[in-house]
Structures are given as structure tokens and as C-alpha cells.
């Protein structure tokens, strides 16, 4: 069984930091790209970042910058390391394993970012 387990999230002031972790069961997490996304109130889900088994990172365009996306194998995770927040970040965070087509989801982290 799959899961995927994320942890992090919270309220923070725009301009200041936090960061999310997505721990991995039930899948060959080393083979496997990952990825977060998020979806704002009334929105779609869109992609934040996605890293690939390699550990090749790719980023939105909003995010470029103040968001790092990395990955440990060995403790089959996926962190989300997110600096200068803004209001317009403010959603839920899911962590991806396998793509969004016939990938898994993880439950959701909620980011709040106070102007």
C-alpha cells in the first residue's frame, strides 16, 4: 500500500520561511520522480516542483528562486524548502510520487502566508 505522508505546513508571515516534508511507503522510492503541487482556494492543483530520480530539479516559474525541491533516498523523502513566501502561495501542498496522471497523492499540508 502507498502512502505518502506530508508534514510542514502552517502560518507564516509573507517574507518569511517554511519548510515541507513528504515521508514515502510502499513504492521503489529511488526509481521514482516526486514532486509537490498546490492547489489555492477556487484554483486548480498546479505543480510547484518536481525532482527526478536523479535528483534534477524543475520549479514553476513562481516559485523560481525562493523554493527548493530536494530528496533523500535513503530515508525515502521528498522537502520542500520554501523562503520569501508571499499571500499568493497560500494553499494546499500535496506531495506526488509517480506523476499526476496514474501517480499517488499524499493527504495535503496547508500553507497559510499572512500579508
Known amino acids: 500500500q502507498v502512502q505518502l505522508v506530508e508534514s510542514g505546513g502552517g502560518l507564516v508571515q509573507a517574507g518569511g520561511s517554511l519548510r515541507l516534508s513528504c515521508v514515502a511507503s510502499?513504492?521503489?522510492?529511488?526509481?521514482?520522480?516526486m514532486g509537490w503541487y498546490r492547489q489555492a482556494p477556487g484554483k486548480q492543483r498546479e505543480l510547484v516542483a518536481t525532482?527526478?530520480?536523479?535528483?534534477?530539479?524543475n520549479y514553476a516559474d513562481s516559485v523560481k528562486g525562493r523554493f527548493t525541491i530536494s530528496r533523500d533516498n535513503a530515508k525515502k523523502t521528498v522537502d520542500l524548502q520554501m523562503n520569501s513566501l508571499k499571500p499568493e502561495d497560500t494553499g494546499v501542498y500535496y506531495c506526488?510520487?509517480?506523476?499526476?496522471?496514474?501517480?499517488?497523492w499524499g493527504q495535503g499540508a496547508q500553507v497559510t502566508v499572512s500579508s
Open positions: 525532482i527526478t530520480r536523479d535528483g534534477s530539479p
Open positions: 506526488n510520487a509517480g506523476g499526476t496522471r496514474t501517480g499517488f
Open positions: 510502499g513504492i521503489f522510492f529511488s526509481l521514482t520522480g
